[in-house]
């Protein structure tokens, strides 16, 4: 099956964006990003989650990570629905949308990172794509991946929360426990060594013959 695994390179793709087209490493330079999908424009749940995402993007800014979303509309809708996104919330209305999404109208980009959902399918009996996270590191790797239905709108604080994580254990070698928060105590992670009974400590390819 299509998709990427934790520790890969992120595909640096070329995509129609809100922004013009980008390629994806150049898009996110030094930064850390944040890749998010969507089932559709001018849909209930996409607008709340979108507009949650607006909200919020200065915390993720002031992380230094990038955001940037996706379906398969095309760049028109994508404007169109931009508008609608910021005017949910009064304090933003009138604003652009503070984060480009991407176009992935021939779904190319969806089916190589393994982000359609064959149970939710458009009037023409195409799969629209799952609500998708990933964040990607300034070594262009993938730190973290969440797959959510269609269904279910996600947490922002929750995305903000793992980000402060995975950026604390990408310099530090601790790991955060259960609902950790900056400023709450971290665990140093245990390092079993393990030796054969010879006391060659290249167990379990030992080398005392
Ligand atoms: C929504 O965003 O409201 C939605 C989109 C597709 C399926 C279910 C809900």
Known sequence: MPGILLGDVFPNFEADTTIGK???????????????????????????????????SD??????????????????????????????????????????????HNRKLSVQLGMLDPDELDKDGMPLTARCVFVIGPDKKLKLSILYPATTGRNFDELLRVIDSLQLTAQKKVAT??????????????????SCSRGCNQYPVCNVM
Not at 65 to 87: P, R
Not at 179 to 194: E, H, Q, R, S
């Open 59 to 104: 915390k993720f800014t002031q992380r230094n990570v990038k955001m940037i979303a996706l379906s398969i509309d095309s760049v028109e809708d994508h404007v169109s629905w931009s508008k609608d996104v910021m005017a949910f919330h009064p304090d933003k209305a009138g604003t652009p949308m503070p984060f480009p999404i991407i176009a992935d």
């Open 177 to 194: 426990p259960v609902d950790w928060k900056p400023g709450d105590k971290i665990m140093v992670i245990p390092i079993v060594t393990l």
């Open 22 to 56: 980008i390629k994806f490493h150049d898009f996110l330079g030094n930064s850390w990003g944040v890749l998010f999908s969507h089932p559709r424009d001018f849909t209930p749940v996409c607008t709340t989650e979108l507009a949650c995402a607006a909200k919020v």
